[in-house]
């Protein structure tokens, strides 16, 4: 089974940057689609970004694209995803996930999903 786990969130200024990363454990996703997710309290999980088991192909929402950029790194089973211009808004937990289906595009159904990490808090202050 597959353990996802997510790492450089914090607390940031707005224009500011971060790395968050998502390391994976318990086997590979090499093979897999990954994607990242965000919520604040009250509202639902919301998709961030998304990337191709290959790393060939990317997705973005429009809240964030020109400013996060997703990546991976298969021999590492590691996937990124780089935030700057930060804004007061992106404050939420971000969660990485992977879709255990081989050589899937990309996938923005939370449903499709089948491992999530336990998130990491992105904070951005005004």
């Known amino acids: 089974q597959v353990q996802l786990v997510e790492s450089g969130g914090g607390l940031v200024q707005a224009g500011g940057s971060l790395r968050l990363s998502c390391a994976a454990s318990?086997?590979?996703?090499?093979?897999?689609?990954m994607g990242w997710f965000r919520q604040t309290p009250g509202k639902e999980r919301e998709f961030v970004s998304a990337?191709?088991?290959?790393?060939?192909?990317?997705l973005y929402a429009n809240s964030v694209k020109g400013r996060f950029t997703i990546s991976r790194d298969n021999a590492k089973n590691t996937v990124y995803l780089q935030m700057n211009s930060l804004k007061p808004e992106d404050t939420a937990v971000y969660y990485c996930?992977?879709?255990?289906?081989?050589?899937?595009?990309?996938?923005?159904?939370?449903?499709?999903?089948?491992?999530w990490g336990q998130g990491t808090q992105v904070t951005v202050s005004s």
């Open positions: 996930a992977v879709c255990t289906s081989r050589y899937a595009s990309l996938v923005l159904d939370p449903e499709r999903y089948d491992y």
């Open positions: 318990g086997g590979t996703v090499r093979f897999y689609p």
């Open positions: 990337i191709n088991w290959s790393g060939g192909d990317t």
